[in-house]
Structure formats: C-alpha cells, structure tokens
C-alpha cells in the first residue's frame, strides 16, 4: 500500500526537513520517553525496507516502506486510522514520526507525533547534574553551563535553539574546544531551519555541513564514533569547568586555576572543528 501513495511523500517532504546523516539502519530499535514500551525492527530489501511495527500494548503490524532520501515511509493502520510512519537516521536511533489520515486521504499535520527510538544494544547515560530541557523557540535564552550539560541529550532542534539563545561569550568560549564545536555542528547540520545557528557555529572552522555529515557517518562505519565522543568528554568537561568558573559557580581554586591553564593552552593552539574531523579520517 505504501507504494502506490507517492502523492502522500511530497507533502511529507515540505513538512519534514529530511536530515542527509546516514540511511536508516536495519536491526532493532526500542522507544523511549512517550515511545516507551514501543519498538521497531526493520531491513532493507530491494524496493526500499520492510519491518514490522510494535505498539506499547504490544500489537504489531508488519509494513512495507519506501526509502525517500534517507528515510524510510510506510502506511500503518492504528487505533483504526491509516498513520504515515516516516523513520528517519538520528546518531543513536530514529526519529519516528506518525501523522493520520483524514477520510478523504489527506494528512493531518497537527495531529502528528514525533517519537524517538534507539537501536538495540545503545546504553543510554544517565542524565548529567545541571541537565535542562531543550529550549523550544529559537533564541530562548540559555544559560552556558545548561547548554554544555545538556545539549548532548537534545533533539538537533533543541541544540539549535539553544545555541542561538547562549550569550555570544560562551559561543567564543566553545570554539577553544574544537571537537565539542565540531559536536554540536553535527546536531546543528542535523536541525531543520538551521541557519542562524550555523552561521554562527561554521565561521573559522573550516568545515562544510556536507563534510561533518558525512565525516561523522564514516567515523561511525569504521568503528571510531566511540573514541570521537570520548575525546568530545574530555573537552565538554574541561568547558564546563571554564564556563563554571567564569560564570561565578562555586569550584575549588584549583579546579579554577587547571581550567584556566587548560584554557590557555587551547587558545594558542589554533585547532579547528575540521582539524578535529579530518584526525577521525
């Protein structure tokens, strides 16, 4: 059914801004948050993917699903409506989103769900001391030491807002540590209506969206994405610290002082969010 619905993947497509990060994988992914009890397994064939979809009542529905860009797109059958289920790549998992039909066979927009979904076998951290919900308008202020805290655990739209709403000190602050820049360039190419953000975070670093995109997908390929993010904590660490102590919060003058050196080191080294990329390659 889901192929003979061509017309219902244009509107999907001014809807959605499709993220270019990697194709959807196979395998099986576990919902979280309002998706919890959910799951999906899904693999690829040779008109696009076939799986089957699992509710958190534990009814399922086997679908067919054409691959649109780097997404995959099927028609469900749910709580007696035909939903549009787009599956789309995210670092960890997917973004599932379900829009209904209306009798006529249009889609209601406002009546969609965005849910994600994390491939089997992922560990998800616990939350950080300091964590704070992802802004949800662009430029909503946001205080340095709760987006350096947080950002990681944010849909890329949230990294977005929030990076618009730091002070424009912290942004300075950020670029001393080039592969937690290079970090949140990745959520920032991943986001929908980017722009200002990425303006902002692109300048000097000698780096295209394009080639984090595809640098990230690559480094993930090889194997390397864990050693990519541990050398992303040690410098997220290190960046808090600076922003804790600046920002007045209660640290240990040593603590204040290594942050201070570490700083100064960083500063005069001149490395770049595409320097950090390009020693994953």
């Given at each position: ?173 950020m670029r001393m540590f080039p592969a937690v820049q290079l970090d949140v360039i990745w959520k920032l ?93």
């Open positions: 059914m889901a192929r003979i619905l061509c017309w219902a993947i244009g509107i999907c497509l001014s809807f959605w801004s499709v993220s270019a990060m990697a194709q959807v994988q196979p395998g099986g992914y576990y919902g979280i948050d309002d998706a919890a009890g959910a799951r999906i397994l899904i693999e690829q064939d040779a008109e696009g993917y076939r799986g089957t979809f699992f509710d958190p009542l534990g009814a399922s529905q086997d679908f067919e699903a054409d691959a649109v860009d780097d997404t995959a797109t099927a028609i469900l059958d749910m709580d007696q409506r035909t939903v549009l289920l787009r599956i789309a790549p995210l670092p960890f998992g997917a973004e599932v989103t379900l829009i209904p039909f209306d009798p006529e066979g249009r889609l209601i927009t406002n009546l969609g769900r965005v849910l994600t979904f994390v491939r089997d076998g992922t560990a998800l951290p616990e939350m950080p001391t300091g964590f704070v919900e992802a802004p949800r308008a662009p430029g909503q202020t946001v205080a340095g030491n709760s987006f350096v805290a947080s950002y990681q655990f944010w849909e890329p739209v949230g990294v977005s807002n929030g990076y618009v709403g730091l002070p424009d000190r912290f942004r300075t602050l190419c991943l986001a929908p209506s980017a722009d200002q953000a990425l303006a902002i975070a692109l300048r000097g670093q000698d780096v295209s969206c394009a080639q984090v995109i595809d640098g990230i997908a690559a480094v993930q390929q090889r194997g390397q994405f864990g050693a990519f993010k541990s050398v992303v904590e040690d410098e997220r660490s290190s960046l808090q610290m600076s922003v804790r102590c600046a920002d007045g919060y209660v640290e240990s003058k040593e603590a204040c002082d290594a942050a201070a050196r570490r700083l100064s080191q960083a500063a005069i080294s001149l490395r770049t969010a595409g320097m950090v990329l390009r020693q994953f390659q």
